[in-house]
């Protein structure tokens, strides 16, 4: 069995298509940077996390695409079609990564699996009293680490910038200058809102949930003007729900309009060595690429109904350039490619995008995973409001204003990639967790304290099932991983053979197009190789694979959806003496479950002259394949915080939802992360995903046309608490209401309850049952410390 790595695996960083952080990052295996060949490719990524519903449902009642008078639920149900049309047609995100990557993450891992960050103060110890005083603050005098972001505003000809009305969006200003998106990106003291309200800026959100560890700089150039209408960039293919036409190429755009500012001096922009590439032990240098690079585009985004451009807008993103990609004028201080300076990775935001959608993007750029159900697949994930990494982007009384804080997790991530102040607390094991029980002392979520930032509590390994073999007690498995090409061959003898025949039972689950699984011959002694066809294998790959795998197809790709029978005629190589080789090769990204190979026989003139059911010693030389029982195992944990309506949290308490401000409760936020799943795709495993809160309050909470709410309504509140949860009462004018009058007071988890919300799947979570129980014991006055028991 293999043991998978904690926290994050490479295999869940590629998936989801992430940027990184530190030491990590996503550029491709790097030659000197080229012209801009792939940044006219056509298509794009889509981020559905930061799609703003309520808008999205208005442009569709306009467009007639859902009727005036739909219910919310008939409104999400067609809403969500259409995104999953959206997701269906957009650009697989396929970052290659680079030699050394590897190494990095599992570094990370390494880091992830000794728990969290030890703290001073209480974060170790226990609560020694039942009265909880307010919380203290911890004065951090670390390092501090602060990044450049180049942000590059351009407009189109055919829509410049300012052209937004009021009725488009709901961050609507007269003129959108430079100084608004240098306070709003950068600002010391926050922004100006269009109401004169002072609003937090990316810069003081990323210093606060650092703990003063992490701080972002730069200036805003521009306003550039496109080559092209706005249609070209962001037009949909295929219409009218394909994904956004070319936006690598205004990307581009605005570089080389960039390069050619006199104003603007690129190479301040390449301060950070992603990858070590000198191998001096030292990022602090430049590397010859920019680290950060944000483009603002004219327009409202299309996530937000794209206003007057609509399908034409463009939907706000993280991606790369195809390629590294050389800015025309641009210079770097690193000698790494002669001066030149290259360009990879961006973020797309609108022109009214609110400092969570750049908040969020911006921590894609960071590493982070989306944690939202990112194919729509169900109604919704057990995460919603609880993260700026999910639905959280949106809250706030303007939409998109007051983004709370990330996830624990997240955070999580981000301490053990780079170090720094991010997240520190106590880490217990499950199995030393006795009835006396621990007390511990949790800060509110937006403070750093003296006490637990947050708790960790390590589960035994789960133990997981892949397959079960076709017979006896094991297979050949050809494993996983990124650039993988797992082999077992054998030498078979058909020198007096007129007739011959390979039989094997196969079952896999491989990334269709992308990863395959062959059965090979060699008659040369293992020099050249031919991969055998059956009415199973296809030569068909995606135009983007990888070359290695092109030359060796056909093979099997997708699922076999079970164990299937091949049985492939190799008479063409009677009289000879040969090899037989099965093999595995994946990309650098996206690793399923893999090939599976069992019963392995080979008849000559209908004799058996070779057998192996991986029940004794290999018949195979293994190389990278396994004798395996179809099982593994792999870490999750619970990491219990304590969040509050202060700070940045402010906003879970203002939550725009129609004509009513839904609020999320104060209180004790247990999540539950099980690395088995790299996903939290609810519509395809309801109550199971690799991130998850646990409701408190199973109550489920209905529309008024009898209709469960969507998992947004549901998780509200979600904290275990010593005060009642709170009331909700949503309203769409003229249209349904929902009402939560059902308040308790809930202040125990215990893994033994049902909290898989049986009235709204989506929002459960199945959780394993050690006897465990987190009971609020006390809580500070004001709210910002709470003491937990953790027992059995």
Same mark, same amino acid.
């Given at each position: 069995?293999?043991?998978?790595?904690?926290?994050?695996?490479?295999?869940?960083?590629?998936?989801?298509?992430?940027?990184?952080?530190?030491?990590?990052?996503?550029?491709?295996?790097?030659?000197?940077?080229?012209?801009?060949?792939?940044?006219?490719?056509?298509?794009?990524?889509?981020?559905?996390?930061?799609?703003?519903?309520?808008?999205?449902?208005?442009?569709?009642?306009?467009?007639? !695409?859902?009727?005036? /008078? =739909?219910?919310?639920?008939?409104?999400?149900? &067609?809403?969500? #079609?259409?995104? $999953? @049309? %959206?997701?269906?047609?957009?650009?697989?995100?396929?970052?290659?990564?680079?030699?050394?990557?590897?190494?990095?993450?599992? !570094?990370?891992?390494? /880091? =992830?699996?000794?728990?969290?960050?030890?703290? &001073?103060?209480? #974060?170790?110890? $226990? @609560? %020694?009293?039942?009265?909880?005083?307010?919380?203290?603050?911890?004065?951090?005098?670390?390092?501090?680490?602060?990044?450049?972001?180049?942000?590059?505003?351009?407009?189109?000809?055919?829509?410049?910038?300012?052209?937004?009305?009021?009725?488009?969006?709901?961050?609507?200003?007269?003129?959108?200058?430079?100084?608004?998106?240098?306070?709003?990106?950068?600002?010391?003291?926050?922004?100006?809102?269009?109401?004169?309200?002072?609003?937090?800026?990316?810069?003081?959100?990323?210093?606060?949930?650092?703990?003063?560890?992490?701080?972002?700089?730069?200036?805003?150039?521009?306003?550039?003007?496109?080559?092209?209408?706005?249609?070209?960039?962001?037009?949909?293919?295929?219409?009218?729900?394909?994904?956004?036409?070319?936006?690598?190429?205004?990307?581009?755009?605005?570089?080389?309009?960039?390069?050619?500012?006199?104003?603007?001096?690129?190479?301040?922009?390449?301060?950070?060595?992603?990858?070590?590439?000198?191998?001096?032990?030292?990022?602090?240098?430049?590397?010859?690429?920019?680290?950060?690079?944000?483009?603002?585009?004219?327009?409202?985004?299309?996530?937000?109904?794209?206003?007057?451009?609509?399908?034409?807008?463009?939907?706000?993103?993280?991606?790369?350039?195809?390629?590294?990609?050389?800015?025309?004028?641009?210079?770097?201080?690193?000698?790494?490619?002669?001066?030149?300076?290259?360009?990879?990775?961006?973020?797309?935001?609108?022109?009214?995008?609110?400092?969570?959608?750049?908040?969020?993007?911006?921590?894609?750029?960071?590493?982070?995973?989306?944690?939202?159900?990112?194919?729509?697949?169900?109604?919704?994930?057990?995460?919603?409001?609880?993260?700026?990494?999910?639905?959280?982007?949106?809250?706030?009384?303007?939409?998109?204003?007051?983004?709370?804080?990330?996830?624990?997790?997240?955070?999580?991530?981000?301490?053990?990639?780079?170090?720094?102040?991010?997240?520190?607390?106590?880490?217990?094991?499950?199995?030393?967790?006795?009835?006396?029980?621990?007390?511990?002392?949790?800060?509110?979520?937006?403070?750093?304290?003296?006490?637990?930032?947050?708790?960790?509590?390590?589960?035994?390994?789960?133990?997981?099932?892949?397959?079960?073999?076709?017979?006896?007690?094991?297979?050949?498995?050809?494993?996983?991983?990124?650039?993988?090409?797992?082999?077992?061959?054998?030498?078979?003898?058909?020198?007096?053979?007129?007739?011959?025949?390979?039989?094997?039972?196969?079952?896999?689950?491989?990334?269709?197009?992308?990863?395959?699984?062959?059965?090979?011959?060699?008659?040369?002694?293992?020099?050249?190789?031919?991969?055998?066809?059956?009415?199973?294998?296809?030569?068909?790959?995606?135009?983007?694979?990888?070359?290695?795998?092109?030359?060796?197809?056909?093979?099997?790709?997708?699922?076999?959806?079970?164990?299937?029978?091949?049985?492939?005629?190799?008479?063409?190589?009677?009289?000879?003496?040969?090899?037989?080789?099965?093999?595995?090769?994946?990309?650098?990204?996206?690793?399923?479950?893999?090939?599976?190979?069992?019963?392995?026989?080979?008849?000559?003139?209908?004799?058996?002259?070779?057998?192996?059911?991986?029940?004794?010693?290999?018949?195979?030389?293994?190389?990278?394949?396994?004798?395996?029982?179809?099982?593994?195992?792999?870490?999750?944990?619970?990491?219990?915080?304590?969040?509050?309506?202060?700070?940045?949290?402010?906003?879970?308490?203002?939550?725009?939802?129609?004509?009513?401000?839904?609020?999320?409760?104060?209180?004790?936020?247990?999540?539950?992360?099980?690395?088995?799943?790299?996903?939290?795709?609810?519509?395809?495993?309801?109550?199971?995903?690799?991130?998850?809160?646990?409701?408190?309050?199973?109550?489920?909470?209905?529309?008024?046309?009898?209709?469960?709410?969507?998992?947004?309504?549901?998780?509200?509140?979600?904290?275990?608490?010593?005060?009642?949860?709170?009331?909700?009462?949503?309203?769409?004018?003229?249209?349904?209401?929902?009402?939560?009058?059902?308040?308790?007071?809930?202040?125990?988890?215990?893994?033994?309850?049902?909290?898989?919300?049986?009235?709204?799947?989506?929002?459960?979570?199945?959780?394993?049952?050690?006897?465990?129980?987190?009971?609020?014991?006390?809580?500070?006055?004001?709210?910002?410390?709470?003491?937990?028991?953790?027992?059995?």
């Amino acid at each position: 069995m293999k043991k998978k790595q904690a926290i994050i695996s490479s295999t869940l960083a590629c998936i989801l298509g992430l940027g990184t952080f530190g030491a990590v990052t996503t550029t491709p295996t790097v030659t000197a940077p080229v012209k801009a060949s792939a940044a006219t490719e056509v298509g794009s990524p889509i981020d559905l996390g930061i799609a703003n519903e309520d808008r999205l449902i208005e442009k569709l009642k306009e467009e007639g !695409k859902i009727p005036k /008078n =739909a219910s919310p639920a008939e409104a999400e149900k &067609k809403l969500k #079609k259409f995104l $999953q @049309a %959206k997701a269906k047609n957009a650009k697989k995100t396929k970052d290659k990564l680079p030699k050394g990557l590897d190494a990095n993450l599992k !570094k990370e891992s390494d /880091n =992830a699996n000794k728990g969290l960050k030890k703290g &001073k103060g209480n #974060k170790l110890g $226990q @609560a %020694k009293k039942n009265e909880v005083d307010t919380v203290k603050k911890e004065t951090y005098s670390g390092d501090v680490r602060s990044d450049k972001v180049l942000v590059l505003a351009i407009e189109f000809p055919d829509y410049p910038k300012s052209s937004i009305t009021k009725e488009e969006t709901d961050f609507w200003y007269e003129n959108y200058t430079h100084d608004h998106y240098q306070d709003m990106i950068f600002g010391e003291n926050g922004y100006t809102g269009p109401n004169g309200e002072n609003l937090v800026s990316m810069k003081q959100y990323y210093e606060k949930q650092s703990g003063g560890s992490y701080t972002v700089d730069g200036t805003v150039a521009g306003w550039y003007t496109a080559d092209h209408p706005a249609a070209y960039y962001g037009g949909n293919i295929p219409s009218p729900d394909g994904s956004d036409a070319r936006p690598r190429e205004l990307v581009y755009e605005a570089l080389t309009k960039a390069g050619a500012d006199p104003e603007v001096d690129l190479s301040e922009y390449d301060v950070w060595d992603r990858d070590d590439y000198d191998g001096d032990g030292v990022y602090n240098e430049p590397d010859g690429i920019i680290d950060h690079l944000m483009v603002v585009h004219a327009g409202v985004g299309e996530e937000a109904g794209g206003g007057s451009l609509g399908g034409d807008a463009i939907w706000s993103h993280r991606w790369n350039l195809g390629q590294l990609v050389a800015v025309p004028g641009g210079k770097s201080d690193s000698d790494r490619f002669g001066g030149l300076l290259g360009a990879y990775d961006y973020t797309v935001e609108p022109e009214d995008g609110a400092a969570g959608v750049f908040i969020h993007e911006y921590g894609h750029d960071l590493g982070l995973p989306d944690e939202y159900d990112t194919i729509y697949s169900g109604a919704g994930e057990a995460v919603s409001y609880w993260s700026v990494m999910a639905s959280g982007s949106w809250a706030g009384d303007i939409p998109g204003t007051e983004p709370p804080g990330m996830s624990p997790y997240a955070r999580e991530m981000l301490q053990n990639m780079h170090g720094g102040n991010w997240l520190s607390g106590a880490t217990l094991k499950a199995d030393e967790i006795t009835s006396e029980g621990t007390n511990v002392l949790i800060d509110e979520a937006i403070t750093k304290g003296v006490n637990n930032d947050a708790v960790r509590i390590d589960l035994p390994d789960k133990l997981n099932v892949l397959n079960t073999p076709r017979t006896g007690e094991f297979e050949y498995y050809g494993g996983k991983g990124d650039e993988a090409d797992h082999k077992m061959f054998t030498s078979i003898d058909l020198s007096d053979a007129t007739t011959a025949t390979l039989e094997f039972d196969a079952w896999y689950n491989i990334e269709k197009y992308w990863d395959y699984a062959m059965v090979q011959v060699s008659t040369d002694g293992g020099k050249t190789w031919e991969s055998l066809a059956s009415e199973n294998t296809t030569s068909q790959l995606d135009p983007n694979g990888y070359p290695a795998i092109s030359e060796n197809l056909p093979g099997y790709t997708g699922s076999s959806n079970g164990w299937i029978h091949e049985s492939l005629d190799i008479s063409n190589y009677a009289g000879q003496e040969i090899q037989v080789q099965f093999r595995s090769m994946t990309d650098w990204a996206t690793n399923l479950d893999g090939f599976f190979a069992d019963n392995i026989t080979v008849r000559a003139d209908d004799k058996e002259i070779f057998n192996d059911g991986a029940e004794t010693e290999p018949n195979f030389t293994l190389d990278g394949f396994k004798k395996h029982d179809g099982t593994y195992t792999t870490n999750h944990y619970y990491l219990l915080e304590w969040r509050s309506h202060n700070g940045v949290d402010e906003g879970l308490a203002h939550i725009r939802r129609g004509a009513s401000l839904m609020s999320y409760d104060e209180g004790l936020v247990v999540w539950y992360v099980d690395e088995s799943y790299d996903n939290n795709w609810t519509g395809e495993h309801p109550g199971e995903g690799f991130l998850g809160v646990v409701d408190a309050d199973q109550h489920t909470n209905y529309w008024s046309d009898k209709t469960a709410g969507s998992t947004s309504y549901q998780l509200h509140d979600a904290a275990f608490s010593l005060d009642k949860t709170e009331k909700m009462s949503i309203t769409y004018p003229d249209l349904y209401n929902m009402k939560d009058n059902f308040t308790k007071r809930i202040p125990l988890f215990d893994d033994s309850a049902d909290y898989s919300n049986p009235g709204q799947i989506d929002a459960g979570r199945n959780i394993p049952e050690y006897g465990l129980k987190f009971r609020v014991a006390g809580q500070s006055n004001d709210g910002t410390v709470g003491n937990i028991l953790i027992y059995r």
